[in-house]
């Protein structure tokens, strides 16, 4: 990858990092719109690929996204620039929210401020995951989307599984569905 691009990466996950609300599934959606639809970088398997493998992982997966995405498109260097550039910004403004926060939380108007951020929070992440597995539904894989989507969603709900099992059984699962033809 040459020079210009590692810097326009760079460039945007400092960006993504430091002015994307809605947590990693957000910056990651972001990521995906940028690197894939307008760029092409990436192609969406590729993306979602990394995605998927990065959510393996423990820890911050956006981290481990970011790391993957800059290692793939640029080597060691461009991963190490990606994580930085994603985190440090976010990091700092999440001190400066807190520190402000626990100076005027008592204050009724604040209260609702932060209820109202975190039910936004909710449609983020809601439509970020729905951008994620546009790809699976674009080929038709609805059986496979519903019972993956919807057996994590009651595992995780009734607190039967924590999410390391939930994605472990889900290997699982879309290995089998896939022996067995269903899309």
């Given at each position: 990858?040459?020079r210009r691009?590692?810097g ?7 960006r993504s990092?430091g ?5 990693g ?7 995906q719109r940028?690197m894939?639809?307008?760029?092409g ?8 690929l990394?995605y998927?493998l990065a959510r ?23 991963a190490?620039a990606g ?34 951020a975190?039910?936004?929070?909710v449609?983020?992440?809601?439509v ?8 699976y539904?674009a080929?038709?894989?609805w059986v496979?989307i519903g019972?993956?989507t919807g ?21 699982g699962?879309?290995?089998a569905l896939?022996r067995m033809?269903?899309?």
């Open positions: 990858m040459e691009r590692v326009a990466m760079t460039v945007l996950f400092l990092g002015l994307t609300l809605g947590g599934t957000s910056i990651q959606a972001v990521l940028e894939v639809e307008r760029r970088w990436l192609s969406e398997a590729e993306f979602g990394i998927g393996f992982t423990p820890g911050t997966n956006v981290l481990a996204c970011t790391a993957a995405l800059g290692w793939r498109l640029g080597g060691w260097g461009a190490v994580v930085l550039a994603v985190s440090v910004p976010a990091s700092l403004v999440v001190l400066g929210l807190v520190n402000g926060y626990e100076r005027v939380r008592a204050v009724a108007w604040v209260a609702a401020a932060v209820g109202g975190l039910a936004a929070v449609a983020l992440i809601a970020s995951s729905a951008k994620l597995v546009r790809p539904a080929r038709g894989r496979r019972v993956l057996g994590a969603a009651v595992a995780l709900g009734a607190g039967w599984l924590s999410p390391v099992a939930i994605l472990v059984v889900a290997v699962v879309g290995l896939d033809g269903v899309a």
